[in-house]
């Protein structure tokens, strides 16, 4: 079971996704961010607490106060120590089927790109993927 971080500044989306996660058996832990730069606070929190981040972050592109492009830009730089990062699987989940987003993504570091709305069988198949 994963420890997971939904970034996303729609409630409803992440309320769905908690529900969802929850119902495949495959979370823990559910932890969710409005923003990029609230995501960045809490792993930065949740490693100086517990020397460990999430194994998975489900990630908005297009979001108020710092976007999803941002916020891998933010998570490569950040102080983390390299071994912690390349545990955490960034799987970009957004509206955007824009193929110049998906392959900025992908550079980016994310590791599987989904499109809106999720099934519980393409989540499942992303969270799968991310072992």
Do not use: C, W
């Not at 929850?22 to 792993?43: F, P, V, W």
């Not at 517990?50 to 102080?79: R, W, Y």
């Not at 998906?102 to 989540?123: F, Q």
């Amino acid at each position: 079971m994963k420890n997971v971080l939904l970034v996303d500044d729609d409630k409803i989306f992440n309320f769905i996704n908690t529900q969802m996660l929850k119902q495949t058996g495959m979370a823990s832990e559910i932890h969710t961010a409005l923003n990029g730069k609230q995501a960045i606070d809490y792993l930065n929190e949740s490693y100086r607490e517990t020397s460990s981040v999430p194994d998975v972050i489900l990630l908005d592109l297009n979001m108020p106060i710092m976007n999803g492009f941002d916020f891998l830009e933010a998570f490569k730089i950040m102080g983390l120590p390299a071994k912690e990062k390349e545990h955490v699987n960034i799987i970009v989940v957004t509206s955007s089927d824009n193929q110049q987003d998906i392959d900025k993504a992908r550079v980016m570091g994310a590791s599987h790109y989904l499109t809106k709305p999720l099934s519980a069988e393409s989540l499942k198949h992303a969270l799968e993927y991310s072992e």
